[in-house]
């Protein structure tokens, strides 16, 4: 059984970038040929797409967050870690990491995952 864990900071104030790393057990990351993504859910709004890690660690970001998102991985300690800089109130939302195995309905709704972590708030405020 794959199980994702997020976990990060839960305030993080205007203009700073935001961390958050997936902690995966009962499977391997760099196993063929899985797709390792961040996703979020600002509130009242629904399921929004932030990029993905793939199983050889190549990785592809929302146009629309691209510039300002970075996804990597440690493979020693089997996590991807999500950061995204310059943050605003806008980038509240709970996120989650997510594993597909498949590209699709990776980056569009209805998601295709196959493994979701709890979530884990985030609030941008000073």
């Known amino acids: 059984q794959v199980q994702l864990q997020e976990s990060g900071p839960g305030l993080v104030k205007p203009s700073q970038t935001l961390s958050l790393t997936c902690t995966v057990s009962?499977?391997?990351?760099?196993?063929?040929?899985?797709?390792w993504s961040w996703i979020r859910r600002p509130p009242g709004k629904g399921l929004e797409w932030i990029g993905y890690?793939?199983?050889?660690?190549?990785?592809n970001y929302s146009p629309s967050l691209k510039s300002r998102t970075s996804i990597s991985r440690d493979t020693s300690k089997n996590q991807f870690t999500l950061q995204l800089s310059s943050v605003t109130p806008e980038d509240t939302a709970v996120y989650y990491c997510?594993?597909?195995?498949?590209?699709?309905?990776?980056?569009?709704?209805?998601?295709?995952?196959?493994?979701w972590g709890q979530g884990t708030q985030v609030t941008v405020s000073s």
């Open positions: 997510a594993r597909a195995g498949s590209i699709l309905r990776v980056t569009t709704t209805p998601f295709q995952y196959d493994y």
């Open positions: 890690i793939t199983y050889s660690g190549s990785t």
């Open positions: 009962g499977g391997s990351i760099t196993t063929n040929y899985y797709y």
